[in-house]
């Protein structure tokens, strides 16, 4: 089947601006991630979504960075005020839950949305 | 917190040579273990697990072994080729499987 889709591929944006990152996870997949993919700092953790629970902000590095997850699928990450640090490659994951804990399973990566702030 | 060590790139191998890359991690209870790789101009595809101690995961004639009594996972394989050329990114999830924590990937490049 298809696999982890991320809209835009590029985004170019101007410092200051906000922007949306959206990503369509395979379907059946109840969990969702978001990573962040930079020079300086290799492959980072921003959030989890997993079912109706409260997501895990844990990794999101400040409150200029949100997502939301509608209806158990699609999500859009967003980033307001946009600052050159946040210059990256963002990639979203799915899995679904597997095992006699129903732990999320294998993470599967969508091919990335490259932000660049001018 | 949980962690993982690899080996620093590039690593710069001809076709046919043998293929270790390290990893390290550090975690409490027992994660699962995977190895990602990234070819030039694609995504992170994953390309062996192990949830176990002991447990051997393959794929493309890639290897590792989950050894809890040194915490590594080592990345091997046999004979290298140029398409194998790409970056290697050694990753655990902790029981719970929420966030992959990554290490900072190794860059292979592969000449013939």
């Known amino acids: 089947g298809a696999g982890v889709s991320q809209s835009p591929s590029n985004k170019v944006t101007e410092k200051g601006k906000d922007v949306e990152l959206r990503c369509d996870p395979i379907s059946g997949h109840t969990a969702l991630y978001w990573y962040r993919q930079s020079l300086g700092q290799g492959l980072e953790f921003l959030i989890y979504f997993q079912g109706n629970s409260a997501p895990d902000k844990s990794g999101l590095p400040s409150d200029r960075f949100s997502a939301e997850r509608t209806g158990g699928s699609v999500s859009t990450l967003t980033i307001q005020r946009t600052q050159q640090e946040d210059s990256a490659v963002y990639l979203c994951?799915?899995?679904?839950?597997?095992?006699?804990?129903?732990?999320?399973?294998?993470?599967?990566f969508g091919p990335g949305t490259r932000l660049t702030v001018l | 917190g949980n962690s993982v060590t690899q080996m620093e790139g590039p690593v710069t191998l001809s076709e046919e040579a043998f293929l270790t890359i390290n990893c390290t991690y550090t975690a409490t209870g027992y994660p699962s273990l995977f190895w990602y790789v990234q070819y030039p101009g694609e995504g992170l595809q994953l390309l062996l697990k192990a949830t176990k101690a002991d447990d051997k995961g393959s794929n493309k004639g890639f290897e590792a072994t989950y050894r809890k009594e040194t915490t590594s996972f080592h990345l091997e394989k046999g004979s290298v080729q140029v398409s194998d050329s790409a970056v290697y990114f050694c990753?655990?999830?902790?029981?719970?499987?929420?966030?992959?924590?990554f290490g900072k990937g190794t860059t292979l490049s592969v000449s013939s």
């Open positions: 990753a655990l999830s902790d029981q719970a499987g929420t966030a992959l924590i």
């Open positions: 994951a799915s899995s679904k839950l597997a095992g006699a804990f129903n732990s999320p399973d294998t993470q599967y």
